[in-house]
């Protein structure tokens, strides 16, 4: 993996004839599975990132020397650079100008002379496929990751509640995590739905062709995340039984652990039963997310909730298709009609007027304050649709505003931009204290973290969510790297034996260890 750090769709490649045969509005998706599609994908990231740093324009040996300093092993020569640039250009992902004023040599002025820059349908088409790779990593994080942790932390937790006698401090450090790990679950469950909708949202602003690929991607991924899920439920089950068969053995070694203290006349009989109380609510509130009591339990609602986006993709496909064809058939009445015109051309207004009386009278569905004078207009035809009336008083004088005629006031907005200024100052501060706190675990291994502040805790998971969907299986030993574009750090992460324990705000966060390498992207 290179040093920066970008992402191919796995699409199925497409044959050129398909390419060359799509529809000229969405040829811009095509970059995406043509061959050697990992090369278009890095310049359009050059690109993106340039755009981003609100760059100008790139020559060819300016796009070049990017691509160099990023990853100089998969660079291609400047010919076979502007063949790539040459090709983008013919599907209209980027845009190509004359300017012999840059060029660096007489050779560069003789072939290069053209400067390039990515298109507006360029960058949505990569912000597209992003989504849809967003969406893949949340897969990823919430089966692979997150909810194999839990069952993890619950079976450990079963397997101490069986013990003889129960170990009251392992139990309660068990249970924090368990409770933190399934916090961390709701807000990851939650940025899976938000992104889940977003891709499904796609399906109304791509034609067919585009569309098939993403349906294909997306489907595919939600029925993995099914039997995932279905497997981590069994095992909630299966330890959430022991647990509670031991319930009140594991709340009287908690108790005997300490920690609770009686109040102002309070006896210490009174304090440790408000701790075992307390206990029981923290298991019920776990038990209750995980396995439910009689109730739809959170796993049920997402299951329902993914199976029912499979059935609205290809509902939406089956619904692109028949419009598909629907617009075909169209296009053969216009050309029929235009036949009819060659063949008698002194029939043009009679055709003009059939013409004419195709086309849905959409533009007449506006606001209008008598509704009953149009009854659903954007569905009927011109021939149908009835005239507006028209009030004949154009001119109401008694509407005017009384302000008209007086100079406008201009407000003193100097405040408001000496606040916002400090604001950005602070939040600046901040994110280079952040980084800089980042930086300084360079080298250092998750078990000697010890405590961890929020944000950089925040840092920690998502590198490790990021990193751990490099992982090609069990045997994979990293390192897996990952590129932290928001805070400029390029981090690589290397599992190591042994466990590490994290204190948090929230408890404390179990896990196995991790060898830290952080540096300035």
Not at 102 to 128: C, H, L, Q, V
Not at 269 to 284: G, S
Not at 338 to 349: M, T
Not at 392 to 420: F, K, M, N, Y
């Amino acid at each position: 993996m290179s040093d920066l750090d970008f992402h191919v769709p796995d699409f199925a490649p497409a044959a050129p004839e398909e390419l060359a045969a799509g529809s000229g509005r969405f040829k811009v998706f095509a970059y995406l599975t043509a061959p050697h599609a990992e090369r278009y994908v890095q310049i359009m990231e050059l690109f993106v990132v340039h755009k981003r740093r609100f760059g100008l324009r790139l020559a060819p040996r300016e796009l070049l020397q990017m691509w160099l300093d990023a990853a100089p092993d998969t660079a291609p020569t400047q010919d076979e650079l502007i063949a790539l640039l040459e090709q983008l250009y013919e599907w209209e992902a980027v845009d190509r100008q004359a300017d012999t004023g840059r060029a660096g040599s007489t050779a560069e002025f003789k072939r290069a002379r053209n400067t390039y820059d990515i298109t507006a349908a360029g960058e949505a088409s990569w912000e597209a496929a992003q989504r849809v790779l967003a969406l893949e990593r949340r897969v990823a994080s919430l089966g692979n990751q997150r909810l194999r942790r839990i069952a993890g932390t619950l079976d450990a937790l079963a397997e101490t509640v069986q013990q003889t006698p129960v170990d009251g401090q392992r139990a309660e450090q068990l249970l924090v995590t368990l409770r933190a790990e399934i916090a961390d679950t709701v807000q990851g469950i939650s940025a899976f739905m938000r992104e889940l909708g977003e891709v499904m949202t796609l399906g109304e602003r791509l034609e067919r062709e585009p569309f098939l690929a993403y349906k294909a991607r997306v489907v595919d991924h939600l029925q993995h995340f099914d039997p995932v899920q279905r497997e981590s439920h069994a095992r909630f089950t299966v330890a959430a039984r022991a647990v509670e068969a031991h319930l009140e053995a594991l709340v009287g070694a908690m108790v005997a652990t300490g920690g609770q203290v009686a109040g102002y006349r309070q006896a210490p009989e009174q304090a440790d039963q408000l701790r075992a109380a307390a206990i029981r609510e923290e298991w019920r509130q776990a038990h209750d997310w995980l396995v439910g009591r009689g109730e739809t339990t959170p796993w049920e609602q997402l299951r329902r909730t993914i199976n029912g986006a499979v059935d609205w993709l290809l509902d939406t496909w089956s619904r692109m298709a028949s419009e598909q064809s629907g617009r075909l058939d169209r296009s053969s009445d216009y050309r029929r009609l235009a036949q009819l015109l060659v063949e008698d051309p002194d029939s043009g207004p009679e055709l003009f007027h059939l013409a004419f009386a195709m086309s849905p009278a959409r533009h007449l569905a506006v606001p209008d304050p008598d509704e009953d004078q149009l009854d659903s207009g954007a569905t009927q035809s011109w021939w149908s649709v009835p005239g507006l009336l028209m009030d004949r008083t154009l001119r109401l004088p008694s509407s005017r505003s009384g302000t008209q005629g007086r100079t406008p006031r201009i407000p003193d907005v100097t405040q408001a931009r000496e606040l916002a200024r400090v604001e950005a100052e602070q939040d600046a501060k901040a994110v280079d204290a952040l980084r800089k706190r980042l930086l300084s675990l360079d080298g250092k291994r998750l078990s000697q973290l010890h405590l961890l502040d929020e944000d950089s805790l925040a840092a920690v998971d998502e590198w490790i969510m990021e990193c751990g969907t490099r992982a090609t299986g069990p045997d994979d030993r990293g390192p897996w790297r990952h590129v932290d574009t928001g805070r400029e750090l390029a981090v690589a992460l290397t599992p190591v034996d042994g466990r590490a324990r994290i204190r948090t705000a929230a408890g404390t966060w179990e896990l196995d260890d991790l060898q830290l390498e952080v540096a300035a992207a």
